[in-house]
């Protein structure tokens, strides 16, 4: 059973900065895309951002883009999501994911369908 665990969460003025981190001991993490998504309250999960193993390839939700940058350490078996210029409709609960289907497209990668694990998120508050 993989384990992903999210941390980096908190609460953030609007205009401010925070890093999200997701870190696994699996061994072959480097194998895997990974993704973020996020979920507020009464709304479905949403894409964030995706990277392929090899950090060849991301994608990212529209009103993410420019704000927001994942990256890979396949070395320490991590994945970060920076995100800056937040506002508070990017208020939510982040989750970390990671898929197993080989996968590298954006529709594999960009609905929640396309992942096997998920860690237990971590929340995001940005006050106006």
């Known amino acids: 059973q993989v384990q992903l665990v999210e941390s980096g969460g908190g609460l953030v003025q609007a205009g401010g900065s925070l890093r999200l981190t997701c870190a696994t001991s699996e061994r072959t993490f480097s194998d895997y895309a990974m993704g973020w998504f996020r979920q507020a309250p009464g709304k479905e999960r949403q894409f964030v951002a995706g990277?392929?193993?090899?950090?060849?390839?991301?994608y990212y939700e529209n009103s993410v883009k420019g704000r927001f940058i994942i990256f890979r350490d396949n070395a320490k078996n991590t994945v970060h999501l920076r995100m800056n210029s937040l506002n508070p409709e990017d208020t939510a609960v982040y989750y970390c994911?990671?898929?197993?289907?080989?996968?590298?497209?954006?529709?594999?990668?960009?609905?929640?369908?396309?992942?096997?694990?998920w860690g237990q998120g971590t929340q995001v508050t940005v006050s106006s």
């Open positions: 994911a990671q898929s197993q289907k080989y996968g590298s497209s954006w529709d594999d990668l960009s609905r929640p369908e396309g992942y096997d694990y």
């Open positions: 990277v392929t193993r090899r950090n060849a390839n991301t």
